[in-house]
């Protein structure tokens, strides 16, 4: 039998709503921010269970934090704490995005403002790359040799993942999933693997997402439902779903508008992953944003209402632990190779590249930087160096 919880559940909205407006610094920073505030200072829930959340947040598809908050919303308050959790914790961000949106088709015209997103879009290549070499140290291991010979096959789903994203510019879901069912099958074989009549329902979840044309509700509502569905981790690992469908799919952004909407994603609050309302709001307006918003996040929530009630026995299964392994692998590939074609792209004269240089340099060797303040920073230089020199 659950203990009585020592908070309301007007008090947990009420921290998601706060944490949502003023939580800075990605997704490692904001599960961060949830343990020391709900485990160690409130004491709200306990560390066994804030590990459980953590746990299924990394196993389970969709944004590493909102995963989380969801599930934390869930442990005593079951279907409306986490509904009530996780819409406290993107509303402010979702918010702030779709006034930028406002703001951004505007004035994007202005020198003013292709100034400042001169300087912010390099910064972000940057930061973006950093992640990406963080997330492959964490994901896939270390570069030491004896790591990267007793994990070789993730390595090579790895150097997959970069291959085919740059060579085709776009993402690959049967790769993805082949790569995780490959994976799941060396490591661990699940028992169905011996019923040969069984077809795994996982083969047709990435089929008929891309036979929709034009700029669509119903087009909008499916791609951006694919991307939640295969995020798994850091809220950047659906840069490359979007760039392959947002940029060379559907052209609904051209490059430069895509990393200004990544861009505009790290320097709000809250999950990253609420770069979708910015881009759904340039695509279709305030309804184009609502959905995208929606249709990401949506298959988080599903997954944590349905599973969190068993998730300590689904924990335990070695086979969908090695499945979403193989798939986190070529994943965190496909972003690398993401971040090299945005690069080749964005990066168009020295002080560009500089900048780009300097931000990654930055969060190397300065603990304390955080992307929003590398961000401002850039925008200001954007400004000098377009406006004033």
């Not at 949502?20 to 343990?35: I, K, R």
């Not at 790591?147 to 291959?163: E, P, Q, T």
């Not at 993805?176 to 069912?181: D, E, H, N, R």
């Not at 603990?367 to 160096?385: D, N, R, T, W």
Request: with cysteine.
């Amino acid at each position: 039998m659950k203990e009585k919880p020592i908070y309301k559940l007007s008090d947990m909205t009420l921290y998601f709503l706060k944490l949502g407006t003023w939580g800075f610094g990605g997704p490692v920073a904001l599960v961060g921010y949830m343990y020391r505030d709900l485990v160690e200072n409130k004491k709200w829930i306990t560390e066994e269970e804030y590990k459980e959340g953590l746990a299924l947040a990394q196993l389970a598809p969709g944004p590493l934090a909102a995963q989380l908050g969801i599930y934390i919303g869930f442990v005593h308050y079951s279907f409306w704490g986490a509904t009530l959790a996780g819409l406290a914790f993107v509303l402010p961000s979702f918010i702030m995005v779709v006034l930028l949106g406002m703001i951004y088709k505007l004035y994007s015209g202005l020198p003013g403002m292709q100034a400042v997103f001169y300087g912010v879009s390099a910064a972000v290549i940057g930061i973006i790359a950093i992640s990406a070499y963080k997330l492959t140290l964490k994901s896939v291991s270390s570069l030491k040799l004896e790591a990267v010979k007793s994990n070789w096959l993730l390595w090579l789903f790895y150097l997959a993942g970069i291959g085919v994203t740059v060579i085709t510019q776009q993402e690959s879901i049967l790769l993805f999933v082949a790569c995780g069912l490959i994976y799941m099958i060396v490591k661990a074989p699940p028992k169905w693997l011996k019923r040969p009549s069984v077809i795994p329902s996982v083969l047709l979840m990435g089929t008929g997402f891309w036979e929709y044309k034009g700029k669509t509700a119903q087009e909008i509502w499916w791609f951006f439902l694919k991307a939640g569905t295969f995020v798994f981790g850091s809220g950047l690992a659906i840069v490359p779903f979007l760039h392959g469908g947002v940029v060379n799919e559907f052209g609904w952004l051209n490059e430069k508008q895509f990393v200004d909407a990544v861009a505009v994603a790290m320097v709000s609050p809250g999950p990253v992953v609420i770069t979708v309302a910015f881009i759904g709001y340039l695509v279709a307006g305030f309804p184009g944003a609502c959905i995208a918003a929606l249709a990401t996040f949506l298959p988080c929530y599903i997954f944590t209402v349905a599973f969190a009630p068993s998730f300590k026995k689904i924990a335990k299964n070695q086979s969908i632990k090695a499945f979403v392994d193989g798939i986190t692998a070529v994943v965190i590939g496909a972003l690398v190779g993401a971040v090299i074609i945005i690069a080749m792209r964005s990066i168009i004269d020295i002080p560009t590249a500089l900048i780009a240089i300097l931000s990654m340099l930055t969060l190397i060797y300065i603990k304390k930087a955080k992307e929003p303040h590398l961000i401002l920073i850039s925008a200001v230089i954007g400004l000098i160096l377009k406006l004033w020199i």
